[in-house]
């Protein structure tokens, strides 16, 4: 199965990130062995009943990474979307014949979009029960600044700028930065006093040349899966349900709506073109809808 051109098409045509691409790869690399398996030789002799085999054999297989067994649904709808879009690009590319097994498994496995903020006590319990101070600032940035996995990964020691305000005679602290996001948009982010702080305390350690703000333990710059395994790690060791680190921005999503922040300025914080996408990212309160309520009926009285 040769996934390589589609995966170039995706690159150039849709200017899909690193990521995607890799983890595409890895999807279309997984069905390929999958299907050697069962000795089929191309995507026509792929059917109905193989593709159900797939997602049986996906949702038992053994997940050593966090003890337990098969897939997560997310997952699986990713990896089905994978092999759904390769089948559509070889139609594309003249096997007009060739049909695609997953087009009417859609919407079942269809990707939800409710959003899974960490609830406050969980979050708390994880940000508190951090000794390492690296690892404090890299999570603290996580739910300060909505970052994704992959632009944190591009921080560097001077990434943050720090600014200072006196206001009523008290000297408040925050900071802000740049990084490139989907698409090769770069977007601007902000930064709050309390994780500034630790930012600050954690620069304070650093004595090497790194221009890297996160260095893992061979003193490189820290991976993607590093940052994942590691807060795997910590959530074992705390006691806290696994947490993936992608719900890290839902929990930022959601602070700031419940905070009241205009829904404009949340599409561009979160580096979205619409906000349809950004509403995906917050789950309002109980408290919220009640006071927008109560507050649009005093409204309608005066």
């Given at each position: 199965m040769d996934y390589e051109p589609y995966l170039s098409h995706l690159e150039m045509k849709r200017a899909a990130s690193v990521q995607t691409i890799r983890a595409y790869r890895s999807d279309l690399k997984l069905f390929d062995s999958f299907l050697r398996e069962y000795y089929v030789a191309s995507l026509s002799g792929v059917s109905h009943a193989l593709i159900n085999e797939y997602i049986r054999h996906m949702r038992d297989k053994t997940n050593p990474r966090f003890g337990r067994t098969g897939l997560a649904d997310a997952s699986i709808a990713r990896r089905l979307a994978a092999v759904s879009g390769y089948f559509e690009y070889v139609r594309a590319a003249g096997e007009y014949d060739l049909r695609n097994p997953l087009k009417d498994l859609a919407g079942k496995w269809k990707k939800e979009n409710e959003p899974k903020p960490v609830d406050e006590l969980t979050l708390e319990l994880l940000l508190t029960g951090i000794t390492n101070l690296r690892d404090r600032a890299l999570f603290n940035l996580f739910v300060a600044s909505g970052l994704r996995i992959s632009e944190m990964y591009q921080l560097n020691i001077d990434s943050i700028r720090i600014q200072s305000e006196e206001i009523k005679g008290v000297?408040?602290?925050?900071?802000?930065?740049?990084?490139?996001?989907?698409?090769?948009?770069?977007?601007?982010?902000?930064?709050?006093?309390?994780?500034?702080?630790?930012?600050?305390?954690?620069?304070?350690t650093r004595t090497d040349n790194d221009p890297a703000l996160f260095l893992s333990e061979r003193k490189q710059r820290m991976s993607i899966r590093a940052i994942q395994e590691t807060l795997a790690t910590l959530c074992k060791r705390l006691g806290a349900p696994h947490i993936n680190v992608h719900r890290l921005r839902h929990t930022y999503a959601t602070r700031l709506a419940n905070g009241g922040i205009n829904s404009a300025v949340l599409r561009d914080l979160m580096g979205h073109k619409s906000f349809t996408t950004t509403s995906g990212y917050f789950k309002l309160s109980d408290k919220t809808l009640a006071l927008g309520y109560f507050s649009a009926m005093e409204y309608r009285k005066g």
């Open positions: 000297t408040h602290y925050g900071g802000s930065g740049e990084v490139i996001g989907k698409g090769g948009k770069r977007r601007r982010f902000c930064v709050d006093e309390a994780s500034v702080v630790i930012y600050a305390e954690y620069l304070l």
